[in-house]
C-alpha cells in the first residue's frame, strides 16, 4: 500500500499544507522542531486512528485552533481510496474512508504501517511493556477484533486496578470484583491466543533476517511468555479462560493485599535469545540493536504475509542512530514498499535509495 497523497490542516505545527509522496522511499528532512515527527504521526493515524505519542486528540489540533484535518489519498488493495481524519476540541473524532464512516479499528482494512523510533531501539533490553506495545500494535492492525478486545481488556484492568485499590476504604466495591475479575480472565484468554500466535510468526519470519543481518553468526528465537498459571497459551479460549480463573481465585487474598491484579495478559512478555542466550541479560548493544531492527523488519514481512501487500515503514530518526553497516541492512531490505524516514540531514540516504527529498521548515513543506 502506498500514501500518495497527504493534506494537513491544522495538524500539530502545520497550518494547511500537503505533499506527495513516492511510492518508494522518502527522505523528510529538517532542522529540529519543524514538524518531521509530526507528519510521520500524521500517515501512521492513517492506520491506526491514534498518535504513537499521545492518547488525546487534543494534542493534534494546532494551538489556538478547533480541529484538525487529515485528508490522504491512498493507494490499497488495488484501488485508489481517500481517508479521512477530524479530530475535533472536546468531541470525538470522525474517521471517512471513501467518504463512509469507519471506526478507528477500521482504517487498518485499507492502510497498515510499521514504526520504528528510537525508542524501539530499546525494546530488547528495556521492560515488558515495550514488547507488549510491538505486539499490540501489530495484531490490532491485522486483527481488527483484537483492537477491541484489547480496549475492553484495558477498561476492565483499570476498573479492577481501581477496586483493589479502593476497597479498604470503600467496602461496597468488593460487590464487583469477582465480576471484574471474569470479565478480564476472559479478555486474558483471547489476547493470550492471539499474541501466542503471532509470537510465533514474529520468530519464524525474524530469524533468517537476523541471521542474515549477523552473516550467519547469530540465531535469534522468540518465546512467547504469558503467566505460569496458563498452561498452554495455544490451548482453547475456554481452557486458557479456566488457568486464569483458577490462579485469580487461588490468589484473591493476594490480589485484595497488595493492591494489584496479579494475573492476566498485562503480564506478558517476549523471551528473546541470540545463540540460546537470553539478549535482555547478555547481548551487547550492537547486538539488542540487531536485534531489535530484526524484529521491526519481521513486522514489515508479516504484514505482507498477511494482506500481500507491504505496510508504509515509517522510520523516525532512527538511520541516524545507527552505524553504517546497520544502516545499509536497512536500506537494502527495505525495497518494494513504501517509506518515510526522517532525519536532520539527507546524509546521503537519498542516494543510495533513490526517491523522493521532502524539506520540512517551520511547519511548511518544501
Ligand atoms: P526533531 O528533529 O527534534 O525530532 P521534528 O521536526 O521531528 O524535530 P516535531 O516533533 O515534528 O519536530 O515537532 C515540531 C514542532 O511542533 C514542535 O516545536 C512543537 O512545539 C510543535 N507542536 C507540537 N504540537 C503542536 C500543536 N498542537 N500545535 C502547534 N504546534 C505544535
Ligand atoms: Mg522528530
Given at each position: 500500500m502506498i500514501v500518495r497523497r497527504i493534506a494537513l490542516s491544522c495538524f500539530r505545527n502545520y497550518e494547511f499544507e500537503s505533499t506527495e509522496f513516492d511510492a518508494g522511499t522518502n527522505v523528510i528532512c529538517g532542522r529540529n522542531a519543524q514538524g518531521k515527527t509530526n507528519l510521520l504521526e500524521a500517515v501512521y493515524m492513517l492506520s491506526t486512528g491514534r498518535s504513537f505519542r499521545t492518547r488525546f486528540d487534543r494534542e493534534l489540533i494546532s494551538f489556538g485552533a478547533d480541529g484538525a484535518d487529515i485528508l490522504a489519498e491512498v493507494?490499497?488493495?488495488?484501488?485508489?481510496?481517500?481517508v479521512n481524519l477530524r479530530m475535533s476540541q472536546g468531541r470525538p473524532k470522525r474517521i471517512l474512508v471513501n467518504s463512509v464512516k469507519k471506526t478507528a479499528g477500521e482504517l487498518s482494512e485499507t492502510v497498515n504501517t510499521v514504526l520504528f523510533c528510537p525508542d524501539d531501539l530499546n525494546l530488547i533490553k528495556e521492560g515488558a511493556a515495550v514488547r507488549r506495545r510491538l505486539m499490540d500494535n501489530?495484531?490490532?492492525?491485522?486483527?481488527?477484533?483484537y483492537a477491541e478486545i484489547l480496549s475492553d481488556f484495558n477498561k476492565l484492568l483499570e476498573n479492577k486496578t481501581r477496586i483493589l485499590k479502593d476497597w479498604r476504604d470503600k467496602p461496597a466495591l468488593l460487590d464487583t470484583l469477582d465480576d471484574f475479575s471474569d470479565g478480564l480472565a476472559r479478555a486474558s484468554a483471547q489476547l493470550i491466543?492471539?499474541?501466542?500466535?503471532f509470537a510465533l510468526r514474529l520468530s519464524e519470519a525474524a530469524a533468517p533476517i537476523h541471521r542474515d543481518f549477523s552473516d550467519g553468526l547469530e540465531e535469534l528465537s522468540i518465546r512467547y511468555k504469558t503467566v505460569s498459571s496458563v498452561k498452554d497459551p495455544f490451548a482453547s479460549a475456554r481452557e486458557i479462560y479456566y488457568d486464569i480463573c483458577e490462579h485469580q481465585e487461588r490468589h484473591r487474598e493476594a490480589e485484595l493485599e497488595s493492591a494489584q491484579c496479579l494475573t492476566g495478559a498485562h503480564k506478558d512478555d517476549l523471551d528473546i535469545d541470540i545463540n540460546g542466550q537470553s539478549a535482555r541479560a547478555f547481548a551487547s548493544q550492537g547486538q539488542t540493536r540487531t536485534a531489535a531492527l530484526s524484529l521491526k523488519l519481521a513486522e514489515r514481512e508479516i504484514f505482507l504475509r498477511e494482506t500481500g501487500e507491504y505496510p508504509v515503514l515509517l522510520l523516525d530518526d532512527v538511520l541516524?542512530?545507527?552505524d553504517g553497516k546497520r544502516q545499509a541492512f536497512v536500506l537494502n531490505r527495505i525495497g518494494g514498499g513504501q517509506t518515510l524516514i526522517t532525519c536532520c540531514e539527507d546524509e546521503g540516504i537519498s542516494r543510495k535509495t533513490g526517491g523522493r527529498v521532502i524539506f520540512v521548515e517551520g511547519g511548511r513543506i518544501r
Open positions: 493507494s490499497s488493495h488495488g484501488r485508489e481510496q481517500s501489530a495484531i490490532c492492525q491485522i486483527r481488527p477484533r491466543r492471539y499474541r501466542a500466535a541516524s542512530e545507527l
